[in-house]
């Protein structure tokens, strides 16, 4: 009789510790392959960054000029909000091989404040 409430006892032990081992165990998240960017010439990351801009929503109405010489881009153009420039730098910027982004464009617009009555 009292083999039954030990052998309970460890296989409620056994079975805490397996549901523990589960429950942490993760899941290996597949790294990116780094990319090879010697190969990649200036007129190909060009071709990416205007690629991601033109499928970024926010930057879909706006005309960037993409612009690329040793590995740093320039984009120029025109933006009706700050938060447009913002993205544009961060769409570059996440192209692989980018190694810089030198954003000349312009806000057109209500960004200006007013200036008060004296």
């Known amino acids: 009789m009292k083999r039954i409430p030990v052998f309970l006892?460890?296989?409620?032990?056994?079975?805490?510790?397996?549901?523990a081992q589960n429950g942490t165990a993760t899941t290996a998240k597949p790294r990116d392959v780094a990319a090879d960017c010697a190969n990649v010439d200036d007129s190909k990351l060009t071709t990416d960054v205007k690629a991601?801009?033109?499928?970024?929503?926010?930057?879909?109405?706006?005309?960037?000029?993409?612009?690329t010489s040793g590995g740093v881009v320039t984009l120029m153009g025109v933006a009706n909000k700050p938060t447009q420039k913002g993205t544009a730098s961060l769409v570059a910027k996440a192209v692989k091989c980018v190694k810089k982004v030198d954003n000349q464009m312009t806000v057109e617009g209500g960004s200006q404040k007013k200036k008060s009555k004296q």
């Open 9 to 19: 006892a460890v296989l409620f032990c056994a079975a805490s510790v397996l549901s």
């Open 52 to 67: 991601k801009l033109a499928a970024a929503p926010s930057l879909k109405d706006l005309s960037i000029n993409v612009a």
